[in-house]
Nanobody
């Protein structure tokens, strides 16, 4: 059974920073792409950042230049460094991992609140 556990969320003031972590355990086999999604209140879940096995990254326009995704393959972990946070970044953040067989696994989500 595969488990993904996110950590690092919380309340931060506008302009502040947070670093989200997601650690995977269980029978994942070989991990492929790793992603962070977010879902703001009353909105759909959208892709925020993605990193491939080769380290290529892709970001939503709304977070480019402020967020950085990275991964540690030895730890089966993915991270999201979030700088210059804005109130509109308030959302539940979910990590999503794909294995090389095309199966994906979701974390339970972690709340990030940006407010003064």
């Amino acid at each position: 059974q595969v488990q993904l556990v996110e950590s690092g969320g919380g309340l931060v003031q506008p302009g502040g920073s947070l670093r989200l972590s997601c650690a995977a355990s269980g029978s994942i086999f070989e991990i492929g792409a790793m992603e962070w999604y977010r879902q703001a209140p009353g909105k759909e879940r959208d892709l925020a950042a993605r990193i491939t096995t080769s380290g290529a990254t892709d970001y939503a326009d709304s977070v480019k230049g402020r967020f950085t995704i990275s991964r540690d393959n030895a730890k089966n972990a993915v991270y999201l460094q979030m700088n210059g946070l804005k109130p509109e970044d308030t959302a539940v953040y979910y990590c999503n991992l794909w294995n090389t067989y095309g199966i994906n696994y979701w974390g339970k989500g972690i709340l990030v609140t940006v407010s003064s």
